[in-house]
Nanobody, 121 residues
């Protein structure tokens, strides 16, 4: 069984920074990519940032230049450094991992429980 545990959310003023962490644990054979999605009230969940095993990254246009994503493959952990936060960054941030639990398993999506990020103006 795979678990994704997020940490680092909270309330912060506009212009400040937050760092989110997500650790994957359990039965994991390989991880193809890890990333962060967010969902604001009344809106659909959207991709914020994603990083592959080969360190290829992609970001939502709204966060480019402000957010960075990195991962520690040895710890199966992904980090999201969020700088110059804006009120529109507010939402629940979900960790996502695209991984294979066993060598015979299909690659599947796994999700964390979500962590709230609130940016006040």
């Amino acid at each position: 069984q795979v678990q994704l545990v997020e940490s680092g959310g909270g309330l912060v003023q506009a212009g400040r920074s937050l760092r989110l962490s997500c650790a994957a644990s359990g039965t994991i054979f390989s991880i193809n990519a890890m990333g962060w999605y967010r969902q604001a009230p009344g809106k659909q969940r959207e991709l914020v940032a994603r990083i592959t095993t080969g360190d290829s990254t992609n970001f939502a246009d709204s966060v480019k230049g402000r957010f960075t994503i990195s991962r520690d493959n040895a710890k199966n952990t992904v980090y999201l450094q969020m700088n110059s936060l804006k009120p529109e960054d507010t939402g629940v941030y979900y960790c996502n991992a695209l991984l294979r639990a066993n060598w015979w398993s299909q690659i599947s999506d796994y999700w964390g429980q979500g962590t709230q990020v609130t940016v006040s103006s």
